[in-house]
Structures are given as structure tokens and as C-alpha cells.
Antibody, heavy 125, light 109 residues
Framework: QVQLQESGPGLVKPSQTLSLTCTVS??????????WSWIRQPAGKGLEWIGR???????NYNPSLKSRVTISVDTSKNQFSLKLSSVTAADTAVYYC?????????????????WGKGTTVTVSS | SYVLTQPPSVSVAPGQTARITCGGN??????VHWYQQKPGQAPVLVVY???DRPSGIPERFSGSNSGNTATLTISRVEAGDEADYYC????????????FGGGTKLTVL
């Protein structure tokens, strides 16, 4: 079955850019009509959706983070990536990648059915 | 932006039924999904599209959605069900995005 694994630096300095990669195994990132999402969770707090990408390159972002976020996909490597610029201590969190399912019926809905284990990123000098 | 409201905590004795609510303006017109998250682990999808269960999720987990409230119901609660539960919808606004509820801590007494 499909598995996702996050990777990237565990420590980022304030004002710099956080960069993470999610590697998809057990299936092609291009197969099926899936989206690929990033979600984060500060310690002791709830989930915050960051954004998603389709393999066509189409993206949607959380309006509260949109100005600082870029999500990209590399189908040749079966990976998608997150870049978050101008980070502060408030961006310290566990970052998850997830596969998303979009359904267009009477109305549109979207949920995430496969998640990576998460990676901890600390923003500190 | 669309807001989902969950109670911070729910407590239930083993074998009883737990009901976790998720409030939102006319949420009955949206599709609601639920995730279970145990300490130190990634979230797991337990209900999607209001009431469907992914493969491998026990029938004890069920969902409903009407009016301004969606509900996750866990029947015959077990100690292993103790976790945080999050509801989620898609906000189809001019800037569409995912919205999560604040989460509910389920304690099995």
C-alpha cells in the first residue's frame, strides 16, 4: 500500500526558509486522481492544513499562510515538497504530508486518507 | 473563513457510547470527515463523507451530519479509543481550502 515519508532539516533559523520533502512509495504519485497535502501541528495544539498540489501542478493554500507557502511536485522522483519562507518560532511544529481524495458529486469534498508519520521542525537561532 | 467548533473534551466509561460533535454554520450542507490521533502518532481517517468508514475501521465508529452539527459516534467504547478526534471539511470559498475543527480529547474512564 502507499506510504509517505517526510524528510528535511529538523532545525531552521528564524527568517529563513523551511524546506521539506515527502517521498511516496508503494505507488506512483501520478496514478489515480489524488492530491498531495501538507499539514502541521504545533506541540499540544490542533491540526493546521497548509496546502495541496495535484500532479498537474495545480495548488490550493491555506489563506493564512498563502503568502509564504510554495508546494511543488516532482513526478520523476515520486516526491512533493513544501517551502515556507520567513519562518518564526510560531512555525515550530510537526509537519505531516498526506494523500488527499477529492470527490466532485452533488458538491465537492476533500479528505486525506494516507498520512506520513510526521517530522518535527524547530525554528530557533 | 468557515469555522468548526468541537468540545475540548469528552469522557465516557468503557462499553458506553461516545458522541463527539462538530458545529458549523449549515454544516449539514457539507461533507464532514473525522480523524483519530493517538499520542505521538499521525492522524488516521476514521469516517469520511459524513458516515462512510475506510477499510479496517471498526463498525463501532459511525457518523452523522445535519443542520449545524455533525457527530462522530463511537459505540462500545474501548480503552484503545482514547485519543484526540478532529473533524474536517472543505471550504469552497473564493479561496478554497481545508478547515479542521479544534479537536476533542476522548477520555475513557
Amino acid at each position: 500500500q502507499v506510504q509517505l515519508q517526510e524528510s528535511g532539516p529538523g532545525l531552521v533559523k528564524p527568517s529563513q526558509t523551511l524546506s521539506l520533502t515527502c517521498t511516496v512509495s508503494g505507488g506512483s504519485i501520478s496514478s489515480g486522481s489524488y492530491y498531495w497535502s501538507w499539514i502541521r501541528q504545533p506541540a499540544g495544539k490542533g491540526l493546521e492544513w497548509i496546502g495541496r498540489i495535484y500532479t498537474s501542478g495545480s495548488t490550493n493554500y491555506n489563506p493564512s499562510l498563502k503568502s509564504r507557502v510554495t508546494i511543488s511536485v516532482d513526478t520523476s522522483k515520486n516526491q512533493f515538497s513544501l517551502k515556507l519562507s520567513s519562518v518564526t518560532a510560531a512555525d515550530t511544529a510537526v509537519y505531516y504530508c498526506a494523500r488527499g481524495v477529492a470527490v466532485k458529486g452533488n458538491y465537492y469534498y476533500y479528505y486525506m486518507d494516507v498520512w506520513g508519520k510526521g517530522t518535527t521542525v524547530t525554528v530557533s537561532s | 473563513s468557515y469555522v468548526l467548533t468541537q468540545p475540548p473534551s469528552v469522557s465516557v466509561a468503557p462499553g458506553q457510547t461516545a458522541r463527539i460533535t462538530c458545529g458549523g454554520n449549515n454544516i449539514g450542507s457539507k461533507s464532514v470527515h473525522w480523524y483519530q490521533q493517538k499520542p505521538g502518532q499521525a492522524p488516521v481517517l476514521v469516517v469520511y463523507d459524513d458516515s462512510d468508514r475506510p477499510s479496517g475501521i471498526p463498525e463501532r465508529f459511525s457518523g452523522s451530519n445535519s443542520g449545524n452539527t455533525a457527530t462522530l459516534t463511537i459505540s462500545r467504547v474501548e480503552a484503545g479509543d482514547e485519543a484526540d478526534y478532529y473533524c474536517q471539511v472543505w471550504d469552497s470559498s473564493s479561496d478554497p481550502h481545508v478547515v479542521f475543527g479544534g479537536g476533542t480529547k476522548l477520555t475513557v474512564l
